[in-house]
């Protein structure tokens, strides 16, 4: 099977349901930017897994980030007109259930945290804007599931916590936002 199709070369693509659109187009760019997340938390998944401070902890999240890559190719299907429920609720509630459980460990925030730190909480922090972004993106769409935007928006938060709890595992001290 050849990996080029040519019928992207004037600017247009299908979506799952065969309708053509803009390369431009709100959805594509919703879920270009999940497909965009989706990569760098690749790229945080190959830092937790390098990091030997996280030891069995590390494996955990290697594993979570996995489950998380996975259902973002879901949310890319939804977000791309496929048929079917990608996303569901049970998922929403399994990022709130991994969040718990990393609040539980990392102490309580005191101040806005600049989002820093060595390279494996950075990269928490970039796969976290990137969500933001996704989330954006997916609010200007029509008819963009209730379910898919929940996740989304619980991804963010799952990711900030897990920059704080990346951070208190490797004892790397949080930086603080300071009005200047």
Request: hydrophobic residues 35%; glycine residues 6%.
């Amino acid at each position: 099977m050849a990996i080029y199709t040519k019928t992207g070369d004037h600017g247009e693509t299908s979506l799952a349901n065969g309708q053509r659109v803009s390369k431009t187009d709100a959805r594509i760019e919703a879920y270009g930017t999940v497909d965009e997340l989706n990569s760098w938390i690749g790229a945080l998944s190959a830092s937790i897994t390098r990091s030997e401070l996280l030891s069995a902890d590390g494996a955990a999240v290697a594993k979570q980030l996995e489950t998380i890559q996975n259902k973002l190719f879901n949310l890319g299907a939804s977000l791309s007109c496929a048929p079917g429920e990608w996303i569901t609720e049970e998922d929403v509630r399994c990022l709130e259930q991994w969040i718990d459980t990393m609040q539980s460990v990392v102490p309580p925030m005191r101040a806005f945290v600049l989002p820093a730190g060595g390279e494996t909480v950075t990269r928490c922090h970039i796969c976290r804007t990137v969500c933001r972004r996704a989330e954006r993106r997916m609010t200007e769409l029509e008819n963009c599931s209730q379910t898919d935007m929940q996740y989304i928006n619980r991804l963010s938060d799952y990711l900030f916590v897990l920059a704080r709890f990346v951070g208190h595992k490797m004892q790397e001290k949080e930086k603080n936002w300071q009005k200047m």
